[in-house]
Every structure is written in C-alpha cells, then in structure tokens.
C-alpha cells in the first residue's frame, strides 16, 4: 500500500561495490569500478508539496553546493579513464505523481533491471503499466502487479533497451501485450501530469543551479521557435544515433468519442535507422473502427532513404522538373484489404478522429503556430507498391441468404419433380404386376412419404447450405493489382506562391479572385501510376462493373483547400469532463479540391451496366454515403454531377487500345449473353472541362444467344465523337471560387418561404448536352461507315429499349429501414435540350428481314449531315400520392442534307447455309435514287405566334423535305422483294399483337347495347336517290358545313342550265367536298411539307418488254392541322393532306426500241424534266427532238452522271404531255392536344335553324380523298398499251396469291361462325390457339439457344462430328417449328378478326334495331379530271388511228357508318375521232347535242350498296342515265381499233363461239321469248329468279370452266356458300332510262352503209333480282335487242331500198352489250332481204365484250 503524501518508501536496499586502481602512476590500465545494488519495495511520489519541502531542504544545503560541484567536475575528469560496470535490479517499484486538481497518476514496474557498462548499457523491464488514479478519495493506494491493476493506460509485458556506446547504437525490444488505452480526458491527465513533474524537475533545478535557470529560460524559446537546420549543432556525430526497435504485439486503442473508438493492432514491428535512412517493417497490420475491422495490411514495408536511384529514373520522363534529387518515402504493401460493415457509419467516427487530431494540434503545436511562417522544406518523394489491393463493402446478411435459399428452392424443386417421376415409374410397375390388387392406399402412403422425405431432405440441405462454401458477404468488390504509385515533388511547383501558379493553369475557364485566395493545405505532385488490373465487381454477378488492364498515368495532381471565413468554420465539441469541460475545435468547412492534367494509357477498359444492376447500385450508393459526413451547411446537397464540378478541375488525356461498353438487355443480372455492345478500337478520349472527346473506330454489336450473335450493326470507322455540356446556373458555371459554405449558425436571413442554398450561383438547374459525331477525318482506312440491321435485330432493340426505359423501384428506403432522405434526382431528368449532329463522307445501310431469306434492302449514301435539337420537359402527375415525374420530349428542330442517295432491294435465290452466313451472291435491283435530300424541322410555335406569322411567313411548316432528282424503278423483282419484306413485318406485328393480352379485350357483347350517341343528321339515312329537280344555289358553297350528299346534289342535277363549259371549270372543280374542307382560314399548324423537284420513276411490267416512265418537275405534299372544332355535340381534330403535281409527264418505249441494256436503268435527263425550259435552236439535239409535245421522241441516259451525247443514247416516247395533278384527303379523330381543348367553347344552340347547320357540320366531318386532274393530253400505240395494262395488273394492282389464299380462309371462317349456333365457344379455342403459339415461340427461343452454345463450341472443336450432327438436327427442328408458329399464327390471327367482325357485325344490327336514325358518312372518295384527250397511234407512234375526248368525268363514293355505300360516276361530254386517212366519218361517237354546257352531263351511273348478306353484295339501287348518242362508224376503224386493243386476234372466231357459250348463261328472272323459228332446241327453259341463279351454277360452259379449280377438299356447304356468295348480287332495284341513239355504218366494199338510223333504246326497270353481273348483262342484252329489232324493221319498212347501208348502221348500234344472235339475222334478212352477213363483225364489235 502506498500512503499519498509518503515521498520516497524503500523496502529493502543493497549494495556492494568495488573500486580497483592501478598501482603505477604510468600504468595503460584504466581504473575500474563494479556495482551491484538490488531495491525491493520502492515507492516514489512526485507533487508539488514533495518539490516545495525538497527545495527548502536542498536551500540549507547551500554550503556544500560548491564542493559537490568541484567533485562533480573532478568525477567527470577522472570519469574518462574509468572502467565501470554497474548491475542494479529493482523490484516491485511504483511511481506516483499526485497533484491537488487531476488526482493521481502511478507507473508500475515489476522488475527493473539496469546492466550498464562503459562499452554497452542494458536497461530491461519486467511488467510495466501506466495507470491513472483520476480522483484521490482514500489516504491509501494499493500497490499490486501489473497485471492486476485495473484499466490501465500502458501497459507491456517486457521492455529491454541496448545501448552501445562506440557505435551509438540503440536499440529497444517490446515483447508481447504492448498495449495503449487512450482517450482526450486521459490524455489531459497525463498532461497535467506532466506538466506538474515539469514544474517540479524545474523548481529542484532552480534551487541545485540557480546560475543556469537565466540561461534554460533563453535557450527553451529558441529551440522551440527555431527550426533544427538552422541550429548550429556543436557535435554533429551524436546526430547519427543508430535506432532499432522491434514490439512483438501491439494493440493501441483510441477513444475519440464516448462511444467512438480506434485501433491499430500490429505483429512482429521491426524498425530500425541507419544514419539519415529509415527502414520499417510489420507483416500483419490492422485498423479497426468501432469493433470492425476495416483496413487490414499485410507484408508492411516502409523506408526513408536520403535517395534511390529508381526515383531518378522516375524523373527523368518531367523535363519541367528542376530538383534532381530528392528524399524518399518508400511503401511497400504485399496486401491492402478494406471492408465496411453493412450500414456502418463509418464517416462518423472518422470525423470525430479529425477533430481529435485538430485539437491534439492546437494543444501541444501552440508555440509553432504564433511563430513567424518560414519557408518549408521540400517534402520527400514517395514510391507506393501494393501488390494487391481490394476495397469491399458487405452485403446484408439477410439479402444473401433470400437469395440462397432461392436458389435452393429452384434445384430442390427439380430434385423432387425427378424422384416424383421415379415413383410414379415404381408405382406404374407394381401395378402392372400386381392389378387391381394393390391397395389404393398404400399408393397414398407411398406419395405422402415421398412429399415428407422432399421436406426433410430441402431442410438438411438448407442446413448443410454454408458447410462447403462459404456464404457470400460482398456488396461491391473493388481490386486492384500491381500498383505502383510514384509521386514527386519539386521546387518549381512548392510553396503556396508556385501552388496558386499551378492551380491557374490547370484551371484557366475558372476566374480567380482578384484578392486571391488563402490555403490552409497546398501541394503539387507530378504523378506516375501503373496498374496491371483494375476489377470492380457487384455482388457475385459473372460481369464485371470495371476491368481495366495494363493502366499506365502520368501527370500533375494538386490539391488545396481554402481558409475559410469566419461564417465557414464550424464548431466541434470535445467532451473531457471535469475539471476541463467541453472544449469546442474549429473545423475549416471549405472543401479539398483537386486539380489535375493527366495522361494514360490503357490495353483494355470494359464497364458493364443495367438497369437489372440498379437495385444493387442503390445500396452501394447508401454505402459510400455512410463514408463521408454530409456537410454542416444546412443546404441542400450537390448532386454528383456538380460535386465532380466543384471538387475536380483539369483535363485528362486517355489512350485505350480497346475500349467496351455492354449494356445489359435483360431483367437478370447473371445473364451474360444479352447485351449491346460498344466497341472501340484504338480510342483516344479527352476530358476537358465541360467537354469529352472521343476519337478512334466504333463497332455497335448486338450480343444475343441465337444465330444474330455478333451482329456488328453499326460500324463508324475514323469517328470523332463530341459532347459538349453546358450548365445551365444562375451564375457562371466555372467560378467555383465563389461557393462560400456556411456554418449553421452564420446563415443569412433569407425571403420567406425560401430555403438557404450556399451553391445558389453554383448549383446548375439543367444541362444541355451536344453530341458531334464527325466521320469526315481524312484516314488511310477505306472501310467506310455502314449500319446491318435484322428484323430480328429491330425487336431485340424494342425489348432493349423498353427494358432501359423501365421505372427503378425504391429500394431500402421509408421509415422501415430508417432513410428518409429524398430521393436523388437522376441525371436524366436533368437534361433541358440534347442536340445531335452526325457528319459523315457515306454511309451505307443493309437490312435483311431475316437470317434465312436473305431479302432486304441497301441504302447508300455520299456524304450528310444531320442535326436534330430536343427539349425535355418535366410534367408533375397528378393526385396526392407523390410520384416520379413525367418526362416529356419534344423534337425543336432537325435539319438533315443528304447527297447521293440509292436504294437496293436485294435478294439471293438460296436459302441459309450451314455456316450460317450471308450468300455473297446477293442480287440488287435498283429501287430509289436522288441527287439531295433536305429535311428540315421546327418547333411547334404557339398559336400566337402562328397568327402572327401567317401572313408574313405563310411557308413555314413543321416537317419540310425537298428531294432532288428523285429516280425511282418499279418492277416485278422490286414488287416481290418489297412484297415479302412487307409479308415478314406484317406476320411479326401480328404475332406480337395476338399474343398480347390486349388480343381478346372488348369482345364480350352486352346484351344491351348503351342507347345514347350522338345524333347526327338525318339526311344521309334516306335509300332514295337524290330528288332530280332541285331549286338552284349559288355557286361559292358553304365552306366546310355541307356533307357529302348535299354537295353531290348541288353539283350534279341541275342539268336544265346551259352554260359554256371553260367559264364553270374551275367552279366545278372547286365544289368537290375534299376541295371544300381543306380550307386554310383555321390552319393551326403547318404540319409537314414535302416536296420533289424533278422526279422520275421507271416502270416495267412481268409480260411486256420496254418501260414506262413518269415525271414530275416539281411536287408538293402538304399536311395541315385544324383547329378542334365542334361536328354536333363531338369535338373532332381535322387533319388535311395536300398534294400538288405540276409538270406531270408519261414516256414509254416504243416496240422497236430495245429493252434494259446489261442491267442498266434508263432514265431522263434533267432537261426533259424541268419546267419552262428555254430551248436552244443552235443544238443539233434540241432541233431533233420534238419539243414539248405529246408522241414526241426524248433522249434518255443510263448514267446520270454522265450526259447522254457520251453514251448511246436511246430513245422514249412521250404518251402523256405535261399536266398537274391534285389530290386532297381530310382526316378526322378524337385525339385532341389538351390544351387546345381546352380554348374551345362547346356549342350553343338555341334555334331550329342552329341545330340544323350543327348537323350540316357533323355530316361534313368525313374522311375524304380527292383527286383532281386539269388536263390529259394522251398518246399511245398498241404496245404501249398493252405495257400499260401490265404494269397496271401486274404492279399497281397485284395481289401476292398468299393474300388469296389468306383471304379465302378468312371468308371460310366467316361463314363457319355464321352458321355456328354459338360464337361465343370460339373464344376458348382461340385461347388454346393462343397458347400453342406462345410454346412455339419458347421452343424456338429454347432451340436458338441450344444451336449458338453448339456453334461457340465448334469454334474451339470444328470437327468434333457429335456436334455437328445435333447442330444438323437442331437445325431442321427449328425450321419444322417455324413452319408450324407460321401456320398456327396464321390461323390464329384469321380467327381473331374474323371473331372480331363478326361480333362488331353483331353489335351494330343490335345498334341499328334500337336506333334507325344514327346513321352517318364515315368517309367519301373523289375522282375528277376537268378534260382528256386520248390519241391511239400505229405501231410507230407517230400515225394516228382514232382520238378520245372526256371532260367534266366525276366519281365519289360514299362509305357510311351502316356499312352501305354509294358510287357515283358523271361524264359530262365525250367525243371520239376517227384519225384514219380518207375516213367517211370523221367523229365516231359523241352526244347528240353539239356544244355542252358545265352543268348537263352526257353519261351518269349511280348505284347504293348495302353490306353483304351472307357474303352475298346487295345493291339497293342502280340507275344509269345518257343523254342521246350518234354513232358513225367504219368498217376500218372497227378493224383498227380491234388490232390495237386485242393485237394478233380474229374476232369473227372468237366472238361467234363466246355467243354461243353467252346464250346458255342468261339467268335472268325476265321471261325469254322464244321465237318461232331458228330456236335451239336445247336452250333454257324460262327461270323464276330464285331458280336461275342455282340451275345457272350449275350449268356447264366454256367461260365458267376455264376459271373454275379442282376442288381439292371435298365439297361442303361452307364452299358452295362461297361460291354462291362470290358469284352472285342482289340487285333490289335497277333503273335504265331510255336512250336516243343514231347511227351510221360505212363497211367495206360490196356492202350496203347505213346512214343517220334512229334507235331508242327502251327504259329498263327490274326489282329484287339475285344476279351474277353477266346475268345483269345479258338481261339489258335481251330487253334492249328486243325492242331495236322491233324499231330496226319499223324503220326500215318505213325507209327507201336505197337506204339500206343506214338500216344496217342502224342494226349495228342497236345491241347495247355483246353478241347478235343468229336467228336476228335470219329474221332480217327474211324481212329486209338484204345480206347481212358482212355486217355482223361489226355489229358484234361495237356491243361487244371487251376481253
């Protein structure tokens, strides 16, 4: 026990010792002295009332002060030649320093021993501890062993410290249990501590010395302000102490907070100096925080070497180096491991660490700080080598265990489903074995073991789960390996001076403060770094995040953080207790800012991202969160696009031999086959401040596991690729100087309701990104840009895009998992505009439809530009729940220019190969070419703006496109490519529309049907025809009110009025509906423009040879937006199309020019094409060519590059001379922009009349299509015609025979849900349908699966045949798949709609039975050609044979919402010439009536269609009306106009067997009148009109048997219900009003001509009859025969013999339609008795059918 205020307690003390001296004085021997001493039970106290009492006592003693200090200095002048040695040993000593305010303090030793000699002295420690007595309450403290004295300070099992004296050597060994406790209240303890045994060594000093205190008091000053260099050291070699320190174990721990603590525990540390070089070494070093182990160092080496050659060498690459050579600090890491506990808040401690560390140096580094600033030494190199280096953040435990006993679950299930198999096999077995005689129950127990032992064995496994593999722990894993990190420095960038300098011209966009700034940290190192790989993993995902290799870095780094002002310094509080308090540490608040200029090289950069990988991103977000401490300014936080801005300054230079970003496609994140593919190849990229350059070759690759694998569809060689950011900032955007960061208490008063934002100017509020791709660089490469795309490729991006454009959900946030931050807004919703500009010399683009067929197109093209500019716009969604934002894009502007412009179709005859590869013998025809192409578009301007800009800019529009020399071929290669390029889309988006969800929606049919919709007009729902006689109207019509019926009757029935026609053209033309509705008063937007200037395209049909080309010189579509307006009490968008062709022009071939030369296209040249062009007469060329004319001859040209005098030219035939076309069509929906609803009144209506303008108005909003030709000017031989009517059927009219046959299984399988009793039953055979399909699709994924792991295999092993063989099968098995998804989507997409129809069908039959009255025009169709003249040529096209003249020729037709339609087609004149040299008759047809006016037509049809019953057409009413005709034909003419039209074919053969053949198939319900003589016996009985139709079916004929197949399924009612349906019409009512006719014949020689014979041709009536359209034929053939003949021999009873050639003109003009029969010829000649036998042909030919 120790009594405090006992100062010296000895239990035991013994000494022995001897002194030996030589005998002679001139002895060499030494003097020697020996010592042995041995104390036990020493107690030493040190206080002040110790040193004030000794101090008195040793000032009694000043007597002897002088003779001890004599001996002293006799003793050290002796001491030179003494030998001693001294050997003390202490046992159980104890130290204490008490003081009256901070207790006590005790150190214990348990053995102490000292064996010193002259050469080498050995002081060794046994039990050693520190301990701290903080309040003395007791008068005794117990004195026990070190290891029982409770919570020490120190403690340290054993200590020995060597010294050798000859070599000044020192060295200390700690052995094992070194370990240090400490915390700020204990470190003020011992410092006061300190400080009072300081006071006490000085008090006993000043009483021993009193003459030395003056000079301690000077000295103390100057060592502690003067810096040790510029001390004078008077013995320079006890500089060069030699230390070596080795601790076995040390455990240091450090409280700097109450519940915060640190520590460092170390193995086997060696440390030895060796004159000015320092040298450490630990193999095993931890750091741990709060009870974690987070940094773990392994293989510790670390050196302070005066120089190091390998630093030299490091030098020698930085010219601008001006030091030589420097000091080094070497580190060497075998191992550097940190990991951070899932949820730890790591940043916490480190903070509280900081503050420790700040206060430790205001406490003890006081006296340096007052002392005047002095120019620092320049600080050592460092060489850093860490061999591995690995960086992790551990996952939570229960997150990887989910995800475990998932995965479990998955193979336990499989398992189970085996052993379940097995059974059932046993069981299956013992039933055949054993019959009915197996219980059934013992079949139950046998399964009911089964499911327990499944539940027994999932929970052993489980169990067992971790026993072999240990569970996974990390979140993210960040490795680096063969890292060496050279960092030097230098005196050209050293000092705060040269360090502002640097910070200057790395940063020169930033402006500097022109009082400049104050650092409280500055350096500047030149850095060099290599790495060999630089790995970051998420989770055990296959991919890596980063992998980098072979990373080498070279550059400047500076770092410095600004003195901040007083309002940026907060305060920290250090709780010491009493008698201390708490103790408040400033803390600088402005950041550390780094400045930088690199450069790098690396072999291989590859990051891998996804969305599936978000969820994980979120917690390693939340992890690195927990790292640093958010700042104590209460802003709001930087986003990290702006805290990179604000911390990181400079330009970084990167080389990269291969560069790769893979952009996961799918929602799993272990997939590793599904991905895009961005591949540079020698990449040099640059990053500036606001700007990244990349340059170098860029491979778009479409990654998938099928057949497509390495699918290269974007290939950019030479690219310079550009982004440019701009910040968008309330202040500028690089002045991060100005940021002042606010302590919590020195913030501003700010405006009510705002929030206080120290980054206010800082902080960018959107950003607006330009990205420049530049392939214009001049190379040696010669590859060239192209783009390859798949059908299949197009839907992979769809998934793609849909995949990354998903919304992320939350993840671990809300109260459950304690974050309650808001949420991080993304960087891209930060974006306000983004503009694109591509540049390229050319570019080629293929697209194939599939892998197999090997059709697509190839689109090449010189050089471009395209620009395109979009905004983004943020729209809040609405209701109380908070939701993310909309974002909204919107296109501003696009401007894109393209030259040289082709488009291939191709094709190849193969089919896929088994290398999978593209054919190389891939045929192009030529589709599409032009010389420019401008595309221009802009924003959508308001509608203020719009009206003020109407006038003064009527030309802007939204979409504007200008093609060039457009040069177009269609033909029937191009047709059956496109045709199956089409096909392939069309079964693709069908499939995928089938398959849908969306494909059964809204089928159900409610019984009751909802009884409100709109009403609308009643006009159009009256089945009679437009009423003949109708009051006048004036001729301007009201715009946009009148429907389509009421317009029509305007129009077309005031035929009384007579005026010349060229003054009402253009008032015709302009009354048509389409015209009427695309008004331009309520235009709100211009929408689209397009327009071509001298295009051509190229014809050429299947049958013919030669060609037929039409050109524009110049075209203009135009598309315009209405405003919504109100169409009864709906709101409909209008929307019309404009389309203007001027200079319209038709050429074709003549039969004897030749046909394609070598695959070469002809076409015009500009010249031809163009309009008003001025001729030159000095041209040898001009003055051959036949100007402008029609039947002129043109020069055409193979290369238009070339012109045509430097190739052989040949030659085309104009047929249709320059004219202009109009087409209009009008489009009305209920998609309404909303805020343009929203400024639209509804209707008001108070009076009859209102309501009836309202219901003009809804029935003028019809869909309606106009077209409108002025003019015709046409010319043609016989093979131009025919070429004419083959690319008509054979191009513009082609069906692909599939469509047939598709659209007769869709009419079959109309009619089986006709007769079905219940349609509803097929809802469920579709769903199995359905469900097929989607097994097809899987398998067929499954199997391209299963054949591209094949072919990744036969890559390493090409001849290994087991593979080949499975490839083989795998192969054919995929193809049966594909046909049998083809046939069953086919099937199931002819159900669907056809049940779609039908149960429409029904709902609208249940609509019209409840409301008769709601029937309205749904769409209108309009033809209209003002006057055309046809001229029929010789074989030459230069001789005329007859010409054709129509004017004012009118059709429309009506669709309405009954499903019924109405046609109409006027004539208002016609004329037909005879052109043949010396004719008789000049004009051969034309009215009677010689000028005819704009209003009165010469020919009308009309005709009212119901929907089809039982797919039977239903015509509710037929008229036909024509005015009087005279007819003056020839002989010649007829036999001429027959070689044009039927070349190479006697008609008198043909027509006299059609007859026959004709005569067996009237069906008509018209009795026939037999005559008495000359009759058939075998001709038809007369026919009821029910039983004609089925006898006439049945009948046998020429004409019906050739166009009828072999059935190849039997007969069944559903086909004879097609044939009957597609034979036959049901003609309710027809009406044909009489005809005047007159008639002249001139035949050939011997023959007798009629002249001027008067004919009536009888109004015909006929009701409810159920006809073929040959039935109808012959039936108008009988009635009107009948009825000429009777007039023929009136006429020519009443008439002269003279005048017989008119009664036979007469005869030839009587039958209307096709043939006369023989038994009229043997009545008239009986009758007339003339020879009429060489008038028939003619007779036939005029009435004849037309083949």
């Not at 182990?293 to 190091?308: M, R, T």
Request: charged residues 25%; contains cysteine; glycine residues 6%.
């Amino acid at each position: 026990m120790h009594v405090w205020g006992e100062a010296l307690v000895l239990d035991s003390f013994t000494l022995q010792g001897s002194y030996n001296q030589p005998l002679g004085l001139s002895s060499t021997q030494s003097d020697t002295l020996f010592l042995d001493c041995t104390i036990r039970g020493l107690q030493v106290e040190a206080s002040d009332t110790c040193a004030q009492c000794l101090s008195r006592i040793l000032s009694l003693m000043d007597t002897q002060s002088g003779k001890s200090a004599a001996s002293r200095e006799s003793s050290f002048g002796e001491s030179v030649s003494l030998l001693w040695k001294v050997d003390l040993k202490v046992e159980d000593m104890n130290l204490f320093t008490l003081s009256a305010l901070v207790g006590a303090s005790e150190i214990r030793l348990d053995t102490l021993t000292i064996l010193g000699s002259a050469e080498t002295s050995t002081v060794g420690v046994q039990g050693l501890v520190l301990a701290l007595v903080k309040s003395v309450t007791e008068k005794m403290q117990p004195c026990c062993k070190a290891p029982d004295i409770p919570t020490p300070v120190l403690s340290l099992s054993m200590l020995s410290i060597t010294y050798h004296s000859s070599i000044r050597s020192l060295e200390v060994q700690c052995g094992t249990g070194l370990t240090l406790l400490w915390s700020p209240p204990d470190h003020m303890y011992l410092y006061q501590h300190v400080l009072a045994t300081l006071h006490c060594r000085d008090l006993l000093r000043a009483t021993l010395f009193p003459e030395s205190v003056p000079l301690l008091a000077l000295e103390i000053p100057e060592t502690a302000s003067e810096p040790e260099g510029l001390l004078p050291e008077p013995s320079p070699p006890k500089r060069l102490l030699n230390l070596t320190l080795e601790v076995s174990t040390a455990k240091l721990t450090a409280f700097v907070a109450e519940d915060k603590f640190i520590t460092l525990a170390a193995e086997s540390v060696s440390l030895s100096r060796h004159g000015g070089s320092l040298q450490a070494y630990c193999p095993e070093l931890a750091a741990g925080f709060d009870g974690n182990s987070i940094f773990n160092f392994k293989e510790v080496e670390v050196q302070l070497l005066p120089e190091l050659e390998e630093m030299i060498l490091h030098r020698n690459p930085f010219p601008v180096l001006q030091t030589l050579r420097n000091r080094v600090w070497l580190l060497s890491l075998g191992s550097v491991s940190v990991e951070f506990p899932y949820q730890y808040d790591f940043s916490r401690t480190l903070d509280e660490a900081v503050g420790v560390q700040k206060w430790l140096k205001g406490l003890h580094g006081g006296t340096h700080a007052l002392a005047s600033p002095s120019p620092a030494p320049l600080p050592p190199d460092l060489l850093l080598k860490v061999h591995h280096f690995s960086w992790v953040f551990l996952d939570d435990v229960f997150e990887v265990k989910l995800r475990d006993n998932y995965e479990l679950m998955k193979d336990e299930s499989k398992e189970s489903a085996k052993r379940l198999q097995l059974l059932d096999a046993k069981v299956a077995a013992l039933r055949k074995q054993h019959g009915e005689l197996l219980p059934a129950r013992k079949i139950e127990e046998l399964y009911a073991s089964l499911e327990h032992k499944n539940i027994e064995i999932y929970i052993q496994r489980s169990r067992r789960l971790y026993g072999n593999t240990p569970m996974r722990r990390a979140l993210l894993t960040w490795s680096l390996s063969g890292l060496e990190l050279v960092a030097l420095a230098d005196a050209s960038f050293h000092g705060p001076e040269r360090v502002i300098e640097q910070v200057q011209e790395l940063d020169p966009g930033s402006p500097f403060p022109a009082e400049g700034i104050d650092l409280v940290i500055q350096w500047c190192r030149m850095l060099k770094c290599s790495v060999k790989t630089f790995l970051v993993r998420i989770r055990d995902y296959p991919r890596y995040l980063f992998e980098i290799r072979d990373w080498r870095l070279m550059g400047r780094l500076v770092g410095t953080e600004q003195s901040g002002q007083p309002c940026s310094r907060r305060r920290q509080i250090l709780h010491l207790g009493l008698p201390w308090g708490n103790v408040a540490v400033e803390r600088n608040m402005p950041p550390l800012k780094f400045y930088h200029d690199f450069h790098s090289e690396i072999f291989q950069y590859t990051v891998v991202w996804g969305p599936c990988w978000d969820p994980a991103w979120t917690l390693i977000s939340q992890s690195v969160d927990l790292l640093t401490k958010p700042s104590a300014d209460p802003s709001p936080p930087l986003p990290w696009w702006d805290k990179s801005r604000l911390l990181f300054h400079g330009d970084w230079h990167m080389d990269i031999e291969q560069a790769n970003l893979h952009q996961l496609a799918t929602e799993d994140p272990y997939n590793t086959t599904e991905n895009m593919h961005w591949e540079w190849s020698h990449l040099s990229f640059h990053w500036k401040p606001g700007q990244f350059v990349f340059k170098g070759d860029l491979d778009v690759n479409v990654r998938t596991a099928s057949k497509y694998d390495d699918c290269c569809f974007l290939h950019l060689p030479d690219l310079c690729m550009t982004l440019d950011l701009q910040w968008l900032c309330h202040g500028n955007p690089h002045d991060h100087h100005s940021v002042t960061l606010r302590a919590p208490e020195f913030l501003p008063e700010v405006p009510l309701g705002q929030l206080h934002d120290s980054y206010r100017a800082f902080r960018s509020e959107n950003l607006n990104l330009s990205i420049k791709m530049d392939l214009t660089r001049h190379s040696g490469t010669i590859s060239q840009p192209r783009i390859l795309l798949y059908s299949s490729t197009l839907r992979w991006m769809q998934n793609f895009w849909a995949t990354w454009t998903s919304v992320t959900r939350p993840i671990c946030r809300g109260k459950l998992f304690n974050n309650l931050k808001p949420s991080k807004k993304k960087l891209g919703q930060h974006y306000k505009q983004l503009s694109y500009t591509a540049l390229f010399p050319q570019l080629q683009v293929h697209y194939w439809a599939s892998f197999a067929q090997q059709r697509g197109i190839q689109i090449e093209c010189s050089q471009g530009h395209v620009f395109t500019r979009g905004t983004q716009r943020l729209i809040p969604q609405a209701g109380t729940v908070m939701r993310r934002l909309i974002s909204d894009w919107s296109v501003t502007q696009m401007v894109s220019d393209l030259s040289q412009v082709t488009v291939h179709l191709m094709a190849s005859p193969t089919e896929e190969n088994a290398d999978h590869c593209l054919d190389p013998l891939v045929t192009k025809t030529h589709l599409l070419s032009l010389s420019s192409l401008t595309y221009q578009r802009h924003s959508n301007r308001t509608a203020e703006e719009e009206l003020s800009t109407r006038v003064g800019d009527p030309a802007f529009h939204t979409h504007q496109l200008h093609l060039v020399d457009l040069r177009a071929s269609w033909t029937t290669t191009n047709r059956d490519i496109a045709f199956g390029l089409y096909d392939g889309y069309k079964k693709a988006a069908v499939l995928k529309r089938n398959l849908s969800t969306e494909a059964l929606k809204g089928l159900k049919i409610e019984p009751q049907m909802p009884a409100k919709k709109p009403k609308q007009s009643v006009l159009t729902s009256a089945p009679a025809p437009p009423p003949v006689n109708t009051p006048s109207f004036s001729g301007q019509p009201e715009k946009g009110s009148s429907g389509g019926a009421y317009m029509l009757q305007k129009l077309i029935e005031e035929t009384d009025r007579f005026v010349v026609f060229t003054e009402e053209e253009s008032g015709v033309s302009d009354q048509l509906c389409g015209i009427a509705a695309c008004q331009t008063d309520d235009i709100y937007n211009r929408n689209c423009l397009i327009e071509l200037v001298n295009c051509q395209m190229v014809l050429r049909g299947a049958e013919t040879e030669g060609c037929v080309i039409v050109s524009a010189a110049k075209a203009q579509l135009l598309q315009c937006q209405h405003h919504p307006a109100w169409y009864g009490d709906t709101l409909k968008q209008k929307t019309s199309w404009t389309c203007l062709l001027d200079g319209m022009q038709y050429f074709a071939t003549t039969e004897s020019s030749p046909t394609e030369q070598d695959g070469r296209q002809l076409w015009l040249e500009v010249k031809n094409i163009e309009e008003h062009r001025q001729r030159s007469l000095d041209s040898v060329q001009e003055l051959m060519e036949s100007g402008q004319a029609v039947g002129g001859m043109v020069t055409t040209t193979t290369d238009w590059n070339q012109p045509a005098e430097a190739q052989q030219a040949q030659q085309v035939q104009r047929i249709i001379s320059r004219c202009s076309c109009r087409m209009y069509y009008i489009s009305y929906s209920h998609d309404i922009d909303p805020e343009l609803a929203t400024q639209i009144k509804p209707p008001e209506v108070h009076e009859n009349q209102e309501k009836e303008d309202l219901l003009k108005k809804q029935e003028g909003a019809v869909d309606t299509f106009t077209l409108i030709h002025h003019e015709l000017e046409i010319s043609t031989n016989p093979a131009q015609y025919a070429m004419i009517l083959d690319i008509v059927n054979n191009l513009l009219l082609h069906v692909e025979p599939k469509r047939k046959e598709h659209s007769e299984k869709k009419q079959r399988v109309r009619f089986q849900l006709e007769i079905s009793s219940n349609p509803e039953e097929q809802r469920s055979s579709i769903l199995h349908l359905q469900e097929a399909v989607r097994q097809h699709v899987a398998q067929i994924r499954q199997l391209e699966k299963q054949i591209y792991s094949i072919m990744k295999s036969l890559q390493d092993d090409s001849k290994n045949e087991n593979l080949l063989d499975l490839n083989q099968k795998l192969q054919l098995q995929l193809n049966q798949e594909k046909a049998s998804l083809q046939l069953e989507s086919e099937e199931l997409n002819i159900l669907i709609r056809c049940f779609k129809d039908f149960q429409l069908q029904q709902a609208n039959k249940m609509e019209l039975r409840k409301q008769q009255e709601d029937v309205s025009v749904v769409r209108r169709t309009e033809f209209y050609f003002a006057q055309a003249r046809w001229r029929l040529t010789e074989e030459d096209g230069q001789l005329g044979i007859a010409e054709l003249e129509l004017q004012r020729f009118l059709y429309s037709k009506v669709n309405k919402s009954d499903d019924t339609a109405e046609h109409l087609l006027e004539l208002g004149w016609f004329t037909m010439n005879n052109l043949l040299p010396n004719a008789v008759y000049k004009v051969v047809l034309r009215p009677q009536s010689s000028c005819q006016s704009g209003r009165q037509l010469a020919l009308r049809l009309f005709s009212k269609v119901r929907p089809p019953v039982g797919g039977i057409s239903v015509k509710e009413h037929f008229e036909v009306n024509v005015v009087p005709l005279t007819i003056q034909l020839t002989h010649q003419f007829f036999h001429r106009i027959m070689g044009f039209f039927f070349p190479g074919r006697s008609v008198e053969d043909d027509e006299v067997g059609d007859e026959e053949d004709k005569s067996k198939l009237v069906t008509t319900g018209i009795p026939v009148v037999k005559p008495r003589q000359l009759i058939a016996t075998d001709d038809a009985a007369p026919l009821g009109a029910g039983k004609g139709v089925a006898q006439g079916l049945n009948r046998s004929s020429g004409v019906r048997r050739s166009f009828r197949k072999v059935p190849e399924h039997p007969v069944d009612d559903i086909d004879k219900m097609k044939e009957r349906a597609a034979m036959n019409n049901s003609f309710i009512y027809i009406k044909i009003p009489q005809v005047p006719l007159c008639v002249s014949y001139k035949g050939e020689k011997n023959s007798v001509d009629w002249g001027d014979l008067n004919l009536v041709l009888p109004c015909l009536e006929y009701h409810n009859n159920t006809w073929t359209w040959l039935d109808f034929a012959m039936a108008v053939k009988r009635d009107s025969r009948k009825a000429l003949v009777a007039q023929v021999i009136k006429e020519k009873l009443r008439l002269k013999p003279a005048t017989g050639s008119e009664v036979r003109g007469k005869l030839e003009t009587k039958s209307d339609l096709n043939m006369q029969q023989q038994e009229e010829e043997e009545k008239a000649r009986l009758l007339i008795g003339l020879s009429v036998g060489n008038k028939n042909p003619g007779k036939k030919s005029i009435f004849g059918r037309r083949k």
